[in-house]
């Protein structure tokens, strides 16, 4: 079956860490790929997504994700972490095969530590 | 550019009623979609349509649960009646392509109690 799973529900970083948030799906095809990022009370906004190409795709805010098709899987990171940083983010994955539908992650609470 | 607007932002509801949720796509947008997110869940989609035509409703509650999309612009999404396990924020969200590799956009969401 086609899934999205994001490890950690809840990841704690300390300000100007590294910050990694996992994302693995299971799909025999590559799908398309999305991180977006939810601050309290508002509405999901897009920080980068795969497609096609260029396996290491850069979205804003300092976020990067890298495709690994190998592992199925589609971290994002981010060098060095900042209080505004602190938010919900949700992997998702858009199958290209069976019903093309959208299907998010459960999401993961990142926490910035001053 | 006006973003994707929703109302109302809140609705507290007592269990068998009903209620109705309003959303403005961002102009020009083909595809609307209306998502459920449960407390602690990622969002799960309810319906997806493309002009006034749905494109998935596989998993739309369909004997509670109403979608309409009359003239391919706005959307209401009514829940009659309403369960407990109804309490989420419902979210809608708009994009300009079809072919799924392009961005969503949120809107702020409707968030619904049931008591």
């Known amino acids: 079956a086609q899934s999205v799973t994001q490890l950690g529900s809840h990841v704690s970083v300390s300000e100007g860490a590294l910050v990694l948030l996992r994302c693995n799906y299971s799909?025999?095809?590559?799908?398309?790929l999305f991180w977006y990022v939810q601050y309290p009370n508002q509405g999901l906004q897009l920080l980068l997504k795969y497609t096609t190409g260029a396996t290491l795709v850069k979205g804003i805010n300092g976020f990067e994700a890298e495709f690994k098709k190998s592992e199925t899987s589609f971290h994002l990171t981010k060098p060095s972490a900042h209080m505004s940083d602190a938010a919900e983010y949700f992997c998702a994955v858009r199958f290209t095969q069976g019903a093309q539908k959208l299907v998010f992650g459960q999401g993961t609470r990142l926490t910035i530590n001053p | 550019e006006a973003g994707v607007a929703q109302s109302p932002r809140y609705k507290i509801i007592e269990k068998r009623q009903s209620v109705a949720f309003w959303c403005n796509p961002i102009?020009?947008?083909?595809?609307l979609y209306w998502y459920q997110q449960i407390l602690g869940q990622g969002p799960k989609l309810l319906i997806q349509f493309q002009n006034n035509g749905v494109v998935d409703d596989s998993q739309l509650p369909k004997d509670r649960f109403s979608a309409e999309r009359l003239k391919g612009v706005d959307s209401t999404l009514k829940i009659q009646p309403a369960k407990l396990e109804d309490s989420a924020v419902y979210l809608c969200?708009?994009?300009?392509?079809?072919?799924?590799?392009?961005?969503?956009?949120f809107g702020e969401g409707s968030r619904l109690t049931v008591l």
């Open positions: 799909s025999s095809v590559p799908p398309y």
């Open positions: 969200a708009s994009s300009l392509d079809v072919a799924g590799t392009g961005e969503l956009f």
């Open positions: 102009s020009g947008h083909a595809t």
